[in-house]
């Protein structure tokens, strides 16, 4: 496949476990992805093979990691 530019919008959680395989070798592919994640979250971190981009949401990463 030809790279391309895609944008992502995961969802937290087990799902992203999965999808984030699938970005790395998309990555690897040629593909320029920006994932749009929330600042404070469970498993959405930074990657080398993709860019993230963080929104502000009204909860602190603390009260994420005492949730789970």
């Known amino acids: 496949a030809n790279g391309g530019k895609l944008?992502?919008?995961?969802?937290?959680?087990?799902?992203?476990?999965?999808?984030?395989m699938v970005l790395e070798k998309l990555s690897e592919k040629g593909h320029e992805i920006v994932a749009v994640v929330p600042d404070a979250a469970l498993f959405l971190k930074s990657s080398q093979s993709f860019t993230v981009k963080t929104y502000s949401v009204p909860y602190t990463q603390e009260f994420v990691d005492k949730s789970y």
């Open 7 to 20: 944008l992502v919008v995961p969802q937290d959680g087990s799902h992203w476990l999965s999808m984030r």
